[in-house]
């Protein structure tokens, strides 16, 4: 559905994209994730053809967005980061607009209809945009992305702004277009992500540094680095010996959670899997080894390692 290959947006010698790739299978919703400054909007704005790249090519439904932009767009709704509304309109008004702008073929009026009451704004139709809160202008923007029922969806920042209850209703209503639409969701708001995504691409400096899913990304990161091992004996001869094999850097009691053993929390070089050395070693000593358990990191942490890892983000 959607393919980029090695794109490339230079200013000068500064790179805002540098030799991205990736592809996004129909009815995927993606989360796009990035600290500020990390080339998010750079790419989504060539995706939807309101930037041309450098270098490298953007097919959107196997049409190229740099070679036929007006095709390319007919299967693209796009709601920047601040959605494109006339103040002065009403909200009536203003999807009419959209509707002739994009050259829209289905019936006007029930077209309409149906994007109104799919996004709940039926109430406010007649009024205009400039009296509304921010959350109904927002589903005012998902509105105009919806007309002409493109199969492809780019969602900049939906939910900038907006109050709790807002955010939720938008991730809700984000989740419910992920049925019938492919959505790529740009956000450095990790929540977002991790509540409405199947996949996530994680870009920094320009460059991709992670494409998976939560699980995938975490399992990448951590890896079996850190452990919880629950193991009957005397915790002090316990703690030395798992101190003093090869690859561990960290052996901490985290207490006693069942009678006669003790927990203990094992970190270890990112290169090492500790787990059958460690049962290896128990086993000669006579330590039953009652429990074992990888420490999972939450999607935080990982993005935290994953930016780290890449010398840190730009502002």
């Known amino acids: 559905m959607i393919e980029v290959k090695n794109i490339v947006k230079a200013y000068g010698d500064k790179y805002a994209v540098n030799d991205i790739s990736f592809k ?3 009815g995927e919703i993606v989360g796009f994730l990035g ?3 990390a080339g998010k909007s750079t790419t989504m704005n060539i995706l939807t053809g309101y930037l041309s790249a450098t270098s490298g090519t953007a097919y959107i439904d196997g049409i190229d967005i740099l070679e036929d932009p007006t095709e390319a767009k007919k299967r693209i709704g796009f709601l920047p980061e601040q959605p494109p509304l006339y103040m002065d309109m009403t909200v009536k008004e203003y999807l009419e607009f959209v509707y002739d702008l994009k050259g829209c073929k289905f019936p006007r009026k029930e077209h309409l209809q149906e994007i109104c009451q799919l996004i709940k704004i039926e109430d406010v139709y007649n009024r205009m945009i400039k009296n509304l809160s921010k959350g109904y202008r927002q589903r005012v923007g998902f509105a105009q992305a919806l007309v002409g029922n493109p ?3 780019i969602l900049d920042e939906p939910t ?3 109050d709790p209850r807002q955010i939720i ?5 984000i989740k419910k277009l992920g049925k019938k639409h492919t959505v790529i969701l740009s956000t450095h708001i990790l929540q977002e992500v991790q509540a409405v995504c ?9 460059q991709l540094v992670a494409d998976g899913n939560a699980e995938q990304l975490t399992y990448k990161t951590a890896g079996n680095r850190r452990l919880v091992a629950r193991i009957a004996g005397g915790k002090t001869e316990i703690k030395k010996a798992i101190r003093a094999m090869d690859g561990v850097l960290a052996a901490d009691e985290l207490g006693q959670k069942e009678q006669g053993t003790t927990d203990f929390l094992i970190e270890c070089q990112p290169s090492v899997d500790i787990r059958k050395p460690l049962f290896r070693m128990l086993a000669e000593r006579g330590w039953p080894l009652m429990g074992l358990k990888s420490m999972d990191m939450s999607l935080e942490d990982v993005f935290v390692s994953l930016i780290a890892n890449e010398g840190g983000a730009e502002a």
């Open 160 to 162: 900038v702004g907006l």
């Open 35 to 37: 600290p500020n400054g």
């Open 169 to 173: 209703e938008i991730r809700n209503l």
């Open 198 to 206: 199947d996949r996530i691409i994680v870009i920094n400096k320009g």
């Open 24 to 26: 996004i299978e129909p």
């Open 151 to 153: 199969p492809i969806l």
